[in-house]
């Protein structure tokens, strides 16, 4: 039986014979946020010979898929996804908290067996070698080699622009412990919340506490005379956001930087520049920068702010070996514009299509596709101010109000529109979403409405 199953495969014309006896591609994803997850699922649809739709130009592949095959590995240090701009509802409003993490288990189209998720963090990595050395949960060393790399690992940013925690439990108990110290464990009325920073993480949690809970005082104290002071946007977008914020209902103090002290009864004082003392059940910092997250990476591939310097097809710069099967992608490469979510996603889908072109080159020498080059691009900026979103781009110039917000962010900041556009669905909501359905079906509700429902 096995000497048949051998004469088979060495038949030309058994369909074993398509089967290649070499080893696949190896893909190492370093970081699974927006940039490394929207490589991942680019790949992945690329390797099946399912193209998807592409904002700047890449190849066309025509369906042709690696005669190796591709073994994609993802090493992140949460156990799932989880959609940074929503933090400012994920940490104020309590029906959002346990949605805006998707844990990459429960995600249906990542269940694939040539995709592998290992919880750790990267340590170091030899470009020579490739091999990237990291520590899973338990502490132990372990090494996975690769054949290209993607550096998604983003800014360190500081809680609560971010979860603190790395698993998904973990997450929903810090969120839900802040929710009940904004809130008084309920006792809203009368709540004095604090907020030190109008960058956009400040300004949109301002935002979010004053429209989810109108009977808390919110103020927003800032060091500098204007909002966004450090974004490289218009002065009208900058004042028409601090108007935003006033029409919400948020106190501005600008101009003055703060002194937090803790009170004997659980209160604390925030102190200003020109002597005002403010009183505050709860004070959120949000004034700490987040920094790339490059430690692991050699001083020489990085620029003075430790972000990792690319080229147009967003393969490392420098001259490391093997500098062009290394790729960054998202807030922690040097690049144009203001950082933000869409930018890294469509990064993402750009190194998937390069990496691509690159296995497919060298699995057939006569193929002869042509890397892509992504194009500087200028500021651009939505940002939620309670019921009303801003946005700005150089093309459509300046828009807000609460219908841009309908429009833009839905009622969740993106999170829907966001895992439609990847093609994500959660296998653990999606059940239960069927099983609603069904219990409306029976007391009832009209068919179509049901399969809306689901």
């Given at each position: 039986m096995r000497l048949q199953t051998i004469s088979n495969a060495l038949n030309p014309l058994s369909p074993l014979a398509n089967l290649s006896l070499s080893s696949p591609h190896q893909v190492l994803v370093i970081g699974c946020a927006y940039g490394g997850i929207s490589c991942v699922v680019n790949l992945l649809a690329l390797s099946q010979g399912k193209p998807r739709q592409?904002?700047?130009?890449?190849?066309?592949?025509?369906?042709?898929k690696s005669t190796k095959g591709i073994e994609i590995t993802v090493i992140d240090e949460r156990d799932g996804y989880f959609h940074s701009v929503g933090a400012p509802l994920?940490?104020?409003?309590?029906?959002?908290?346990?949605?805006?993490?998707?844990?990459?288990?429960?995600?249906?189209?990542?269940?694939?067996?040539?995709?592998?998720?290992k919880q750790g963090s990267v340590q170091k990595i030899d470009p020579e070698a490739k091999v990237a050395e990291w520590l899973d949960k338990t502490g132990r060393v372990r090494k996975q080699s690769?054949?290209?790399?993607?550096?998604?690992?983003?800014?360190?940013?500081?809680?609560?622009?971010?979860?603190?925690?790395?698993?998904?439990?973990?997450?929903?108990?810090?969120?839900?412990?802040?929710?009940?110290?904004?809130?008084?464990?309920?006792?809203?009325?009368g709540r004095r919340v604090v907020v030190i920073g109008a960058g956009a993480v400040g300004v949109e949690f301002a935002g979010e506490i004053v429209h989810n809970y109108p009977s808390i005082t919110v103020t927003l104290v800032h060091s500098r005379t204007q909002v966004l002071s450090s974004e490289p946007l218009p002065d009208e977008v900058k004042e028409k956001v601090k108007d935003l914020l006033e029409e919400e209902g948020v106190?501005?103090?600008?101009?003055?930087r703060a002194t937090v002290k803790e009170l004997e009864d659980g209160t604390q004082s925030v102190t200003l520049a020109n002597g005002d003392v403010l009183i505050a059940d709860v004070v959120l910092d949000a004034t700490k920068k987040g920094s790339a997250t490059t430690g692991f990476l050699p001083s020489e591939y990085?620029?003075?702010?430790?972000?990792?310097?690319?080229?147009?097809?967003?393969?490392?710069?420098?001259?490391?070996?093997?500098?062009?099967?290394?790729?960054?992608?998202g807030d922690v490469i040097a690049w144009s514009g203001i950082k933000r979510a869409g930018s890294a996603m469509v990064?993402?889908?750009?190194?998937?299509?390069?990496?691509?072109?690159?296995i497919l080159n060298s699995d057939d020498s006569s193929n002869n596709f042509t890397l892509a080059e992504l194009p500087r691009w200028p500021a651009v900026i939505g940002i939620a101010v309670g019921k009303q979103c801003l946005t700005y781009d150089t093309t459509n110039g300046m828009k807000f109000g609460v219908k841009v917000m309908e429009g833009y962010f839905q009622d969740d900041l993106g999170w829907a529109a966001n895992l439609k556009y990847l093609g994500?669905?959660?296998?653990?909501?999606?059940?239960?979403s069927v099983q609603g359905a069904m219990e409306m079906k029976e007391v009832g509700v009209a068919p179509e409405e049901v399969a809306a429902a689901a």
């Open positions: 592409s904002m700047y130009p890449v190849p066309d592949f025509d369906g042709r994920a940490h104020v409003a309590p029906k959002h908290t346990p949605t805006m993490w998707k844990r990459f288990s429960h995600l249906k189209e990542l269940q694939h067996p040539n995709l592998h998720f690769y054949d290209h790399v993607v550096v998604a690992t983003g800014l360190r940013r500081h809680w609560p622009a971010v979860p603190k925690s790395s698993s998904y439990a973990e997450y929903t108990r810090d969120a839900h412990e802040l929710i009940d110290k904004i809130t008084g464990k309920g006792q809203r009325h106190g501005l103090r600008l101009g003055s990085l620029n003075k702010e430790e972000e990792i310097e690319v080229t147009p097809h967003l393969s490392f710069s420098s001259g490391i070996p093997n500098a062009d099967v290394h790729y960054g992608v990064m993402g889908q750009h190194v998937a299509a390069n990496i691509y072109t690159s994500l669905t959660d296998m653990e909501e999606r059940e239960h």
